[in-house]
């Protein structure tokens, strides 16, 4: 089985960067992802990481340590628009994604 | 229309009930999900098809009836419901259950609420 830790609220300011734990215990390791999650709406791909190290997609950046079961999330140039839920998920086998319970980030101006 | 549609996005219903929950894709995506979402809590996987045929069910109580007819649609029958299973069940897709970048694709839910 596994489990995902990760922290329940963050609030951060308009413009700033806020970074979001993700850590990780699990019998296999075949990917971790992250999603955000608007408020009633539908869970959005945001990265995945097979390999250590960081993966940059313009404002929003993931990091993958395997050997300390660790991600981050880095949100930059925080806009009000970035508040949601973001979800840290991990696939151990070929299919199964288990979803840590969420971070809610609340952007304020 | 694009991308998951889930049909109805609310549904009140009473404990002796029985309806159904819709979602179809738009995808061209052979893998098909259903989750369960509760408040602060993680999603709880439930079912996967993949070829219209399940591979998954994870110990979900038989008054969760899946069925997928074709690789587009999916469909979760629900009956004698208990209040704890309200929830907003979310569908998504995939392009196949392999490893790889294997994204999903999301619906936006259906919140139920059992009386």
């Known amino acids: 089985g596994q489990n995902i830790d990760q922290p329940t609220e963050m609030t951060a300011t308009e413009g700033a960067i806020v970074q979001i734990n993700c850590t990780y215990q699990t019998s296999g390791f075949n990917g971790l992802f992250w999603y955000q999650q608007h408020a009633g709406e539908a869970p959005t791909f945001l990265s995945y990481n097979v390999l250590d190290g960081l993966e940059e997609k313009g404002r929003f950046s993931s990091f993958l340590s395997r050997s300390k079961g660790y991600s981050y999330l880095l949100l930059k140039e925080l806009q009000m628009k970035d508040s949601a839920s973001y979800l840290c998920a991990v696939r151990d086998g070929d299919y199964k994604l288990s979803f840590g319970a969420g971070t809610t980030v609340t952007v304020r101006a | 229309e694009t991308g998951v549609t889930q049909t109805p996005r609310h549904l009140v219903m009473g404990m002796t009930n029985k309806k159904s929950l819709k979602c179809e894709q738009h995808l061209g995506h052979n893998a098909m999900y259903w989750y369960k979402q509760s408040a602060k809590k993680p999603l709880e996987l439930m079912f996967v098809?993949?070829?219209?045929?399940?591979?998954e069910n994870n110990s979900v109580p038989s008054r969760f009836s899946p069925e997928c007819p074709n690789s587009s649609h999916l469909f979760l029958h629900l009956h004698t419901l208990q209040p704890e299973d309200s929830a907003l069940y979310l569908c998504?897709?995939?392009?196949?259950?392999?490893?790889?970048?294997?994204?999903?694709?999301f619906g936006a839910g259906s919140r139920l609420t059992v009386l």
């Open positions: 098809y993949s070829l219209e045929e399940r591979v």
């Open positions: 998504a897709s995939s392009q196949e259950i392999g490893s790889g970048a294997n994204v999903l694709t």
